[in-house]
């Protein structure tokens, strides 16, 4: 096996995002990222937020074109390894994110959640499972019936490409179903002659990837996948408007003995200015260590009480999560006080 590839930086993590757009570079790109994620530098790498563009994109493309349940055992692997990631980077909200994408994983294995096979173990990526349907380039040439297309994505097609691209997507699509018995051999030369006369040309088809590949990431972002953006900085204003306060011998006794600022960890001092979070333990840091870090996250540095951001469509999202989460204790209430609510 190759050397570990450590990937470490936001181009590197585009590179292999664009390598998973191709279903002959998918295996080998889900081995490289797994690698990374299980890797000691795992934690850091998952809080890049074109790591996280990696997972969501993986993530769309098994439910959009690489339906196969070969290519949702790879997914399962890189999200068994970027939620091990999460865990020892303390990222509940990945975490949460990552389970449900597992759990469609398991789902779509037909396996109940957690009784994943997969493991994050990177090495596991070299052998598909026997029997597994890869749908790999030269393959819809070839004897070996390709799965059908998974059902509406025809229709999701229609008026995205252009007609002659339709048609011949059409054409292969009803060739991918009606051939689904022909052929046993495990011959790659023989009949395939015959066989691609009927095809589309393989430049027909690449054409056809590559609209795939555009509306993929057009479902990717259309579907707002916010809980994998790393959340927008702290709104200027929100940030301007943190009380300010100078240190008394009273305030400080009241804190305890040994307080410090939790981002540079120096010990704080009577007299010394601190800017105090809207948490409910109104965490307290000196300005110039809190500033930089609400230039680029929108919670407290240590117990991740959220602050308004500017971003209106992550407000939106979060207002939602908020509404969903009080429903569900409401829900969670009822049944625990007996108190059945049929609507
Ligand atoms: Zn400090
Ligand atoms: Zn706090």
């Not at 971003?311 to 625990?336: H, I």
């Amino acid at each position: 096996m190759a050397a570990a590839a450590l990937v470490q930086s936001p181009a590197a993590w585009a590179e292999l995002t664009s390598a998973l757009n191709k279903k002959a570079t998918f295996e080998h790109t889900v081995a490289v990222a797994s690698r990374e994620l299980s890797s000691p530098a795992g934690a850091a790498a998952v809080a890049d937020p074109a790591a996280r563009t990696l997972l969501a994109r993986c993530r769309t493309l098994l439910r959009t074109r690489y339906s196969s349940r070969a290519f949702w055992v790879l997914g399962r692997q890189l999200f068994t390894a970027a939620a091990t990631a999460a865990d020892a980077a303390g990222d509940a909200e990945l975490k949460a994110t990552l389970a449900e994408y597992l759990a469609e994983c398991a789902a779509e294995l037909g396996e109940e959640a957690g009784s994943s096979g997969g493991g994050a173990d990177g090495g596991s990526a070299g052998a598909p499972p026997r029997g597994s349907a890869f749908l790999f380039e030269g393959q819809l040439s070839g004897q070996e019936a390709a799965p059908p297309r998974p059902p509406g994505l025809l229709d999701l097609l229609s008026g995205a490409l252009p007609a002659e691209l339709q048609q011949q997507l059409e054409a292969a699509a009803a060739q991918q179903q009606g051939g689904g018995g022909g052929g046993s051999g495990d011959g790659q030369g023989e009949g395939q002659q015959a066989q691609q006369a009927q095809q589309p040309s393989p430049e027909v088809l690449a054409a056809i990837e590559e609209q795939l590949d555009a509306i993929a990431v057009q479902i990717m972002d259309a579907t707002g996948q916010q809980a994998l953006r790393a959340p927008p900085p702290a709104s200027k204003r929100a940030v301007a408007s943190l009380p300010r306060e100078t240190l008394s011998v009273e305030r400080l006794a009241q804190l305890g003995s040994d307080v410090r600022c939790p981002v540079c960890m120096d010990e704080l001092a009577v007299g010394e200015e601190v800017q105090v979070m809207p948490c409910s333990a109104g965490h307290i840091f000196h300005p110039p260590c809190l500033a930089p870090w609400l230039e680029q996250h929108n919670s407290c540095p240590t117990c991740r009480h959220e602050l308004p951001t500017d971003d209106q469509r992550y407000e939106r999202e979060k207002e939602r999560r908020l509404q969903e989460e009080e429903d569900a204790r409401g829900a969670a209430n009822a049944v625990a006080h007996n108190d059945f609510l049929y609507i």
